[in-house]
């Protein structure tokens, strides 16, 4: 033991100096961008690349604020745009006009809540069916659910914008949100934290006359709120990053997210690299805050889903 | 055991876990069937059809034409290429990294623990098109970190066009696809390893097993079910790689994907713009490479 226990510790320290390095290497990126994002125009274009900001400017993020405009926000009247001729909706109130990186940022977290609640609502709802009644075609229903969750979700978008296109829902925020909603994970997520929820304390409910609403809200939500937890930050993210639903459903300018406007921004000028850093770090830092407060929840969150994977 | 309260349920009773059952799942069910099954169908009936874009007229049912064309396009079999170096590489190299670097992490105290999971899983957060647009930059030949970093180590003299030369590109994009890869399995593995039962391990140490053995025979049998899941979600991940391909090459440089050439099939391609129904048909071929990887690995992991 006493041999074998200097070499554990040699191949301990090792071990730990190759962490740290490969650490840093993954911290890199994330460091370009923020120093890229304020770095003056003249350490971006020099041709030895400046690891520290010689200055540290604003510039970069005047130059993305001038670039586009758009109103801060548009309210639809809802279900307008199936009235109009060219299917563009009504507003009943228009915001103030800002720079559009401000509105991407408004969209990006409208969206990102929205499917988030919607997702967390139906999900609990029907994890708690799948786990806890014994209706008929539950078990086709899992399957199906445990089928879906194994294909390619982008392989349906083009049915998708298909569809989108005939609920008159394209280039429309919902058209992103709808589909996010759908994807199973998270009522298979949520069946495996209800399958913790006693059976007795449910028939307990059930004999003193409570409703089923009641039993779902009173007892059933407070137990299954971790799994809850879980699947909120879990959406959150997900939605915020699905770039390929956000580049097939949305095209209008003051409608995109804040990752599908810097995309655009990088085709446009490609050669602007400090204005791209400031909007790549303007579409990070957000969702990075998000993740490092709610990281607890989170890892529970990827843990959970895979117990039966 | 469980088909017991079944049969003593009165039909009653049968009828009202119907009734309840299905309201509870019924908002969920609206937007799985609306938005996912009700597409996935539609999916498989594009292919089998001349949909596009432009004609507003109901498609015409051409049969299995679109996978038979698929077989002679010599641009789709490039990308089908290309898609399967990438999950080739990445697959394994995704499992093993995350499962060393889980196991060197796994026993650290918690907030030390907690760091290097939250680092190694930064790039997901950071999204897609931000770590594109900074790894664009840092490849760039004119005044990308990366060329200076080694021609300053010596390996190389002059700056090479990592993104524009083919043979490199391929290669550029799987080191990225990598990182923002690795996060998941890590996560996975740290809790799987931590779940191992201790006393086994113990029991195997006091015998005078050394480490390898216990890794080998004790752990590893142990981490199987989450070796298998992450070898499902990299292989589909892998397969789904878009974003870099949109953002860093657009396909050029021999980096065309199989989901990139549906993107470029059905919104891009000039002469036949919004070839639906052939788009479709490559979604098809894809998610049906999916299933048949899947169904492997799950055999092969159940004979081990």
Redesign the interface.
Known sequence: MKINSGRTKAYKVISIVILVILALLFLFPLYWIVTGAFKPAQDIYAQEPVWWPTEWVTKNFDALFKKRTAPLWELAVPFSSYFTADNSPVFFSVGPTVPAAFRWLVNTVFMAVVAMILTCITAAMAGYALAKKRFVGRTIIFSLIVCAMALPKQVILIPLLKEMAALKLINNIWSVIFPTVGWPFGVFLMKQFSESIPGEILEAARVDGSSELRTFTTIVVPIVKPGIGALAIFTFINSWNDYFMQLIMLSSNSNFTIALGIATLQAETSIDMGLLMAGAALASIPIIVVFLVFQKYFTQGITMGAVKG | MAKQ??QS?SRAL?RR??I??????L???I??????????F??IF?SLTDANMRDQALPHFIGIKNFVDLWKDEDFLGALKNTFLIVVVSVPTVCAFSLW?AS??YKLKSPVL?A????????????????T??????Y?N????LN?ALKGAGLIEKNINFLGTPGIAIWCIIIILF?TSVG?PI??YV?ALGNVDQSLVEAAEVDGA??MQVFWKIKWPQIM??T??IL??TT?NS??C??LI??LTSGGSDTDTV?FR??WT??KLTEQQGH?GY??AM??V??IF??IL?AVQFRLAREK
């Open positions: 309260p079944k349920m049968q876990e119907n309840n059952g299905y309201l509870f799942m908002p969920s069910l937007f799985f069937v609306g938005f996912v099954i009700i597409p996935m539609m999916c594009m670097v060197a992490i907690s290097f999971r939250c680092i190694f899983y930064l790039p997901v957060v950071t999204g897609s098109v931000a770590v647009v900074v790894w664009k930059w840092m760039d004119y005044n990308g970190i200076t990182t998941q996560v996975l809790s050394n480490h079910p989450t298998l899941y499902v979600i589909i397969f789904q878009f974003a949109q953002l989901m549906i993107y059905a919104f639906f788009a479709n979604g098809v894809l998610a999916i299933a899947s």
